[in-house]
């Protein structure tokens, strides 16, 4: 039997900007606001959620500048 792996606590993606877009929108982390504000109570598994959520909108973000 192999040992679990320890997946370590997500860290915020949090980069300081902290100004939200037209959308709500965080245009540092690509977090809504409710995403920013629940953070420290988010579940390993809900911050992983979060972080792929936001990645997501970050590609979007690109696309839409055509940035791709």
Known sequence: ME???VVPEPK?????VCRLDEDGMCV?????LDEIANWSI???EEKLEVLRKAHL???LRDIKLGRA
């Open 3 to 5: 040992p679990e792996k």
């Open 12 to 16: 915020s993606p949090c980069k300081r």
């Open 28 to 32: 540092g982390c690509f977090r809504n």
């Open 42 to 44: 988010l579940t390993k």
């Open 57 to 59: 909108r970050m590609q």
